[in-house]
């Protein structure tokens, strides 16, 4: 649960808090994203994370209690229908907040607050797992003679000799067909 903060409300009363939260929530469900003071972005975040995982479980008992902060019913369709769905493998964490500096006129702090939308990439199980993995790959590998290891370099080193030469005579060609050109000087006064 988050920390309740000490001094005067965002709003001026409990109240009117409560009333900007729900209205920053449903914005951010509306438009995927908005843009806000730092402060209330930090504030309505748990609220969105709470809403988001209550539109995940999908039953009735849960889009009630959705309904009971967002009001308007295409927003809370919206988010059981469309959100959700896109948030089932992820466990939480369904909102980024992003500071962009302050604001012209006040010089407030801005921050955009924005729903993740990019599919998660599952972390490997353990630690111990990646070692096995690579000492499995390792009896895997056929065994490579000793032969064909000390021919593969004599034959690399031949063939690299031979492009460096076939270049050279290639430059050597281009240089002589072209026709040198006089030096230009400048001879401004």
């Excluded at 965002?10 to 951010?28: D, V, Y």
């Excluded at 969105?48 to 849960?62: F, M, N, V």
């Excluded at 030469?165 to 050597?172: N, R």
């Amino acid at each position: 649960m988050p920390k309740p903060t000490k001094g005067p409300r965002l709003g001026g009363s409990p109240t009117h808090e409560r009333i900007m939260m729900r209205n920053l929530a449903t914005q951010l469900f509306q438009h995927g994203r908005i843009t806000t003071t730092e402060t209330k972005a930090r504030r309505v975040q748990p609220l969105a994370e709470k809403l988001i995982t209550k539109a995940k479980r999908g039953d009735l008992h849960s889009r009630r209690l959705v309904l009971e902060s967002i009001t308007d019913v295409a927003v809370v369709k919206h988010l059981f229908d469309e959100i959700a769905p896109t948030m089932a493998e992820r466990e939480g964490g369904y909102t980024r907040i992003t500071k962009i500096g302050p604001r012209k006129g006040d010089n407030a702090p801005l921050a955009v607050i924005e729903i993740i939308t990019e599919a998660v990439t599952p972390k490997p199980k353990s630690a111990k797992a990646a070692p096995k993995a690579e000492a499995k790959a390792d009896e895997t590998e056929t065994p490579v003679e000793e032969s064909e290891v000390a021919e593969a370099p004599e034959q690399e080193i031949a063939e690299d000799e031979a492009a460096a030469e076939a270049t050279e005579a290639e430059a050597d060609e281009t240089a002589a067909a072209e026709p040198t050109a006089p030096a230009e000087t400048d001879q401004t006064k």
